[in-house]
């Protein structure tokens, strides 16, 4: 099967499925008994007026204040943090995906479609209040909006899911697929910095599935902070141990470099000496057949200055005789009194 087939089966099969499930969401005809007691999708305020946006389309270029107006009237007795998002709205951009992105510190972290924005702060509202009741605190950060509950801090936001739609083949240019809102909201747990964490809600008494989540998640934090904690301290002493050995081994090879340098010097020092009793040794052999040919050197002559200038080498070649000494030589071998004379 092609690629291209095989992901426009797939979001066939994406849409089906979420056609479904608003199907489910929705009471069903029948007899009043036998209607399943099912959670609604509440009717979505929108602004009237305000003309169709357009994706990556900035709202300063089309907001009216009798928007802003209209997005508060909507929002009675609404939490200071939710009418300042609400104030908020005219400034943003219209993302790839027909989402608005709010957050920092003017705005509660929402990303929805402008359609929904009403019902997602309506919950944001909701949630608030659950956290307060439960002795917390909401705030507006510049990394997000932040709940502190229990001496713990988690961030949260409001996202409606999206559905992707892939491109016919010859519209591929820009991306093989388009986006659009789905109108499902999700409260999500960036818990460590993630956003798997999410619960769908779909009215006001969804909110507290997500909030027994995110007090699950408050709970488990002292616990996750001990392990890491411990994994920290273990990673810490293995490091330390690892740089011991790493020492030690850096330490003996140094060592054995040192050992091994004095020994190649040491043997250069026998070497010479070697060779200089070679030297001796021939011209000891050399003044035996020179008086047995010719009698004792002339004082003087040019074999008598030879001679004299060989014994002269070996001593200087020799380290034992010589000025300097062996390079590698026990304490107090060079001193005045311990020193082999010249011959």
């Known amino acids: 099967m092609r690629k291209e087939v095989f992901e426009q089966r797939a979001a066939e099969m994406r849409a089906r499925l979420l056609a479904e499930r608003e199907r489910n969401l ?18 979505t305020p929108v602004v009237p007026g305000l003309a169709v946006i357009e994706p990556h389309q900035l709202l300063a270029q089309v907001w009216k204040p009798a928007y802003t107006k209209a997005l508060l009237d909507a929002l009675p007795s609404a939490h200071p943090f939710v009418l300042r998002t609400a104030r908020r709205v005219g400034t943003s951009q219209v993302g790839y995906d027909g989402l608005l992105s709010l957050g920092g510190e003017e705005a509660l972290d929402v990303n929805v ?34 709940v502190r509950l229990r001496g713990e801090t988690e961030g949260v936001r409001l996202r409606e899911g999206i559905i992707r739609h892939v491109k016919p083949t010859t519209d591929r240019i820009y991306g093989g697929y388009t986006y659009e809102a789905s109108g499902l909201l999700y409260f999500v747990l960036l818990e460590d910095g993630g956003g798997k964490h999410k619960t769908l809600v779909r009215m006001a008494e969804e909110v507290d599935v997500f909030v027994r989540k995110l007090q699950n998640a408050v709970a488990r934090r002292p616990r996750q902070r001990a392990e890491q904690e411990a994994r920290q301290q273990a990673w810490q002493a293995e490091h330390q141990r690892r740089q011991e050995q790493a020492r030690l081994r850096a330490e003996t090879e140094r060592q054995r470099s040192e050992e091994q340098q004095n020994f190649d010097t040491f043997y250069k020092d026998v070497a010479r ?63 005045p009194a311990n020193k082999t004379p010249s011959v």
Do not use: C, M
Request: proline letters at 7%; aromatic letters at 12%.
């Open 113 to 146: 479609s402008l359609a929904f924005l009403v019902r997602a702060l309506r919950l944001y509202g909701v949630l608030i209040e659950r956290i307060i009741a439960l002795g917390g605190k909401v705030e507006l950060a510049q990394n997000g909006t932040l």
């Open 273 to 335: 000496w070697q060779k200089a009793a070679q030297i001796r040794s021939y011209l000891d052999a050399f003044a035996a057949e020179y008086e047995r040919r010719h009698g004792s050197f002339p004082p003087g002559s040019r074999a008598d200055g030879w001679f004299r200038w060989l014994h002269y080498y070996a001593e200087r070649l020799d380290p034992l005789t010589n000025h300097d000494g062996p390079s590698q030589q026990p304490e107090g071998f060079s001193d």
């Open 26 to 43: 929705s009471p069903k005809a029948g007899k009043p008994a036998e209607r399943k007691a099912v959670a609604t999708v509440e009717p």
